[in-house]
C-alpha cells in the first residue's frame, strides 16, 4: 500500500511530503516516547503518534519511518514542519485518536 | 503535559495555591553539561513532611489528600525518562524550592513550549505577588520580576494591553537573544 491510499479513506490532512506520497506503507506503528519509537518502529511503517515537535522528524529520518500521523488535532510545530520539508519527511495529520487512526488502518488492511 | 511551559505554570499555581507572595521562576540550559534545569522557589505556606515523602506518587493524588494535583508525579516522570531527577525541598511555613533536571539533549525531553506567554500570565493575572524570572543559557542571563516592571511603570496595571504586549516582546526577545548568541 502507498501512503496516498490511507490519506482519503483516514480523512488525514498533507502537512509535508507531497511529493513523496508513492512511498510503500507496509505496517504500523504507535508510541509518543520517542526513545521507544526509536529502537522499536518498523522500517517503513505508518507511525501515529500524539507528539508534534521537531524531535519526531529526527526519529522518522533516524529509523527510516514512511510517514507520521500526528493524532488527536495536536498542532505541529513551525520547527518540525520546516525539517520536515528539508528532510522530506511526510507528515500527516487527523483529529482522531491514535486509536481510532489504527482501527482505520487495520481495515485497510495494514 | 506536552510541554515544559506547562510543568511550569502548573508548578507556579500550586506555589499560589499555596499562598506564596514571592515566586521565583528560573530556566538554566548549560551547553557543556548538556543539562536544562527548571527552578521554582516560593516562599509558601510549604508541604508537610509526609506529603512531601509521597509527593512523587500518584495515587496518593487526589486533592482531598492533598493541594496538589497530578503535576508533580508526570514532571517526576519525564526527568526520569531524560536522565534527569526531580528534587523537592519544602519546610512548613518558609516555603517549596523544586528543581527539575533533565538532559538538555535527551531525545524525550519535552519542548519549552511557549514559555513567553507562560510567564507573561503568571506576571499579569497576579500583581499582587513578586514573581522573578529568568533564564540562563550557558554564562549569558536575562531577568524579569514584577518588581522591576513596577518600578519603570509605577501605579498603570500589568494587564493594560500596551504593556502586556510590551512584556511580550521584551521577554521573547530576550530570550531568543540568549539563543542566537551561542
Known amino acids: 500500500m502507498q501512503i496516498k491510499d490511507i490519506i482519503s479513506p483516514l480523512n488525514l490532512k498533507v502537512v509535508t511530503g507531497e511529493n513523496a506520497l508513492d512511498k510503500t506503507i507496509e505496517t504500523g506503528y504507535i ?18 503518534t500524539v507528539q508534534s515537535h521537531i524531535n519526531i522528524v529526527a526519529v522518522a529520518t533516524l529509523a527510516d519511518i514512511g510517514c507520521i500521523i500526528v493524532s488527536e488535532g495536536f498542532v505541529i510545530d513551525d520547527e518540525a514542519i520546516q525539517k520536515a520539508v528539508e528532510e ?12 481510532a487512526i489504527a482501527k482505520k488502518l487495520g481495515q485497510l488492511g495494514i | 503535559m506536552k510541554e515544559l511551559s506547562y510543568h511550569i505554570l502548573d508548578i507556579a499555581n500550586n506555589s499560589i495555591r499555596a499562598n ?10 548549560d551547553l557543556e553539561k548538556d543539562t536544562l534545569e527548571l527552578t ?3 516562599n509558601g505556606k510549604g508541604i508537610p ?17 492533598r493541594k496538589v494535583g497530578l503535576g508533580i508525579p508526570l514532571l517526576n516522570d519525564t526527568c526520569q525518562n531524560c536522565n534527569g531527577r526531580l528534587k523537592i525541598d519544602s519546610e512548613l511555613g518558609k516555603g517549596t524550592c523544586l528543581k527539575a533536571t533533565m538532559e538538555l539533549s535527551h531525545i524525550d525531553r519535552p519542548p519549552m513550549g511557549n514559555l513567553v506567554s507562560t510567564i507573561l500570565t503568571l506576571l499579569i493575572s497576579h ?9 540562563t543559557v550557558d554564562n549569558q542571563s536575562f531577568s524579569l520580576s514584577t518588581q522591576m516592571l513596577k518600578d519603570i511603570l509605577g501605579d498603570i ?19 531568543s537573544a540568549l539563543h542566537n548568541s551561542e
Open chain 1, 31 to 48: 508510541g509518543d516516547l520517542l526513545s521507544v519509537v526509536m529502537g522499536k518502529a518498523p522500517e517503513g511503517c505508518v507511525w501515529v
Open chain 1, 88 to 99: 522530506n519527511v511526510v507528515l500527516l495529520s487527523s483529529e482522531e485518536s491514535s486509536y
Open chain 2, 20 to 29: 506564596a507572595t514571592n515566586i521565583t521562576i528560573n530556566v538554566s540550559e
Open chain 2, 157 to 175: 496595571p500589568l494587564s493594560t494591553p500596551e504593556i502586556s504586549q510590551w512584556i511580550r516582546e521584551y521577554l521573547s526577545e530576550n530570550i
Open chain 2, 40 to 42: 521554582i522557589i516560593d
Open chain 2, 49 to 65: 513532611p509526609q506529603i512531601l515523602k509521597e509527593i512523587k506518587n500518584p495515587f496518593v493524588t487526589s486533592r482531598t489528600t
Open chain 2, 127 to 135: 500583581e499582587t505577588i513578586q514573581i522573578q524570572f529568568s533564564y
